[in-house]
């Protein structure tokens, strides 16, 4: 067997994994995240698609995106993620024969997103973690022919709630958001 059929087993066998681990060890625990922030780096970075005319420009302005995550803990001070992240680049236009600005929407970004946290401090109802991460999008970045990954950091997030309900919030920069995520989570 291939080493590459190897890894993607492995890779469509990892819920399993977490469900018999969660099963058995009742203090890892899941949790399903819904986030909203601005925009990401790869947005922010997206081209207007459509050729100006002479003397036409264009600026990149700040959107929202929302994310929706799976948490899984994996001890009392790790925790690892992966999600998916919908955004859509917002573009300024200004034309040489218009008397102002016009708003141009770019197409839909979907960006897979994989990473780790730390828990620095961790109490009943808060938590307190730094992170790392990487996503991947449809959209070519740096490279030619295959995607490049966006690193995502999070210097400091937090979660106040209950077991079960909590709100979440991060200041982060990468692939998720650049500058800030908060919302809500259902641990179970």
């Given at each position: 067997?291939?080493?590459?059929?190897?890894?993607?087993?492995?890779?469509?066998?990892?819920?399993?994994?977490?469900?018999?681990?969660?099963?058995?060890?009742?203090?890892?625990?899941?949790?399903?995240?819904?986030?909203?922030?601005?925009?990401?780096?790869?947005?922010l970075l997206e081209k207007l698609p459509d050729e100006l005319p002479d003397g036409g420009s264009y600026k990149?302005?700040?959107?929202?995106?929302?994310?929706?995550?799976?948490?899984?803990?994996?001890?009392?001070?790790?925790?690892?993620?992966?999600?998916?992240?919908?955004?859509?680049?917002?573009?300024?236009?200004?034309?040489?024969?218009?008397?102002?600005?016009?708003?141009?929407?770019?197409?839909?970004?979907?960006?897979?997103?994989?990473?780790?946290?730390?828990?620095?401090?961790?109490?009943?109802?808060?938590?307190?973690?730094?992170?790392?991460?990487?996503?991947?999008?449809?959209?070519?970045?740096?490279?030619?022919?295959?995607?490049?990954?966006?690193?995502?950091?999070?210097?400091?997030?937090?979660?106040?709630?209950?077991?079960?309900?909590?709100?979440?919030?991060?200041?982060?920069a990468g692939a998720n958001s650049l500058g800030g995520l908060a919302g809500l989570g259902l641990r179970f």
């Amino acid at each position: 067997m291939s080493r590459k059929v190897l890894i993607f087993a492995l890779l469509l066998a990892m819920p399993m994994f977490t469900a018999r681990a969660q099963l058995f060890d009742p203090e890892h625990r899941s949790a399903i995240e819904v986030l909203a922030g601005i925009s990401p780096i790869q947005t922010l970075l997206e081209k207007l698609p459509d050729e100006l005319p002479d003397g036409g420009s264009y600026k990149n302005r700040l959107g929202f995106a929302g994310t929706v995550q799976y948490v899984f803990d994996l001890n009392d001070k790790w925790t690892v993620l992966g999600g998916v992240n919908l955004s859509r680049s917002i573009h300024e236009v200004t034309l040489p024969d218009t008397p102002g600005p016009t708003t141009e929407y770019g197409t839909p970004t979907l960006t897979f997103l994989f990473g780790t946290h730390y828990h620095w401090m961790r109490r009943d109802h808060l938590r307190l973690y730094s992170g790392v991460g990487v996503g991947m999008t449809n959209k070519v970045m740096l490279a030619v022919f295959f995607p490049s990954p966006i690193p995502t950091i999070t210097p400091i997030g937090g979660a106040f709630g209950t077991d079960h309900f909590y709100v979440t919030a991060e200041f982060t920069a990468g692939a998720n958001s650049l500058g800030g995520l908060a919302g809500l989570g259902l641990r179970f």
